[in-house]
């Protein structure tokens, strides 16, 4: 079976085939990152209309790349939620028109699913039952996965995403966007002991987290400084990065007591952080867990993990109608069969 993964949620046009025997047989990438970059952050309408002029030239090389023709594609997946509701309209229009065009399956995602289920596409593959952190842009969330679209929310970001704070302080730093990246790089000059930052809502029980608190308590203390330099300004980048990362492991550490699985995944964009995963590959080590992550280039968001999460779904017999419809905000537990 072959599936056209079609991500257009955000700031990224992505498009993927995945083929069950041969893995992905294309894999396009497109960023709307300079289109947003003086902004300072995405604008939506920006985003739509660029999907609009990227998507369908990305099909059509995804085609030829592969050599692929489209009477041999058994269903186009494509981004239905949780994203912009235009960008995402852009996408659910081109895959529903198509179908209908090619007469095959249209199949919706879930965007958390699609990153939830990109380490799949390595060949160190996680098995179910497992633990989930989905450190993204939009979404902190922690997840029991029992099986392929059964899961159990188990905590999650009652503010800011991780991503979110990644941004929102590398704008306070003065650094370009998207921030996760910008800020990782300047806390590599960071002095480790210059600043110690609280670990938010790491000293009450329970899995949800809260990053606004600890964005404000950067905002502060760059404050406090007069005239900060670089270094300032790489201390608290690294103080930063390091109470976002040991927060994640103490709640990780949580959930790992409180379900007894072995293994966890992480995924979304921030999985792509060196120093989380630094972390957490010790944490595999001493405690004998499982860690998984994306393939970097599988962290943010793409069109490859839409595809398989897509063809996932297909096999499982999801079908739907050719209405197009999306969901801009969508609980991610909505999809376990027996919800
Ligand atoms: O999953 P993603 O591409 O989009 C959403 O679904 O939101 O995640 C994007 C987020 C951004 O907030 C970006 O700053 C963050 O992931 N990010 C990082 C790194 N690379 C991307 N955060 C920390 N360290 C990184 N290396
Ligand atoms: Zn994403």
Known sequence: MRVLGIETSCDETGVAIYDQDHGLVADLLYSQVELHKAYGGVVPELASRDHIRKTLPMIQQALTESATLADQLDAIAYTAGPGLVGALMVGASIAKSLALAWNIPAI???HMEGHLLAPMLSDNKPEYPFLALLVSGGHTQMLSCEALGQYTLLGESVDDAAGEAFD??????GLGYPGGPEVARLAEQGEPDAYRF??????RPGLDFSFSGLKTFTMNTLANISSPTLQDKANIALAFQTAVIDTIRIKCNRAFKLTNHPSLVIAGGVSANIALRQMFDRIAATDNRNVYYPEFKLCTDNGAMIAYAGLQRLLMGQVEDL???????WPMTELNSDG
Do not use: E, F, Q, W
């Open 198 to 203: 609280p670990r938010p809502m790491t000293n």
């Open 168 to 173: 929102k302080v590398a704008k306070m730093l």
């Open 108 to 110: 919706g995602v879930h």
């Open 323 to 329: 209405a197009i419809s999306v969901r801009p905000r």
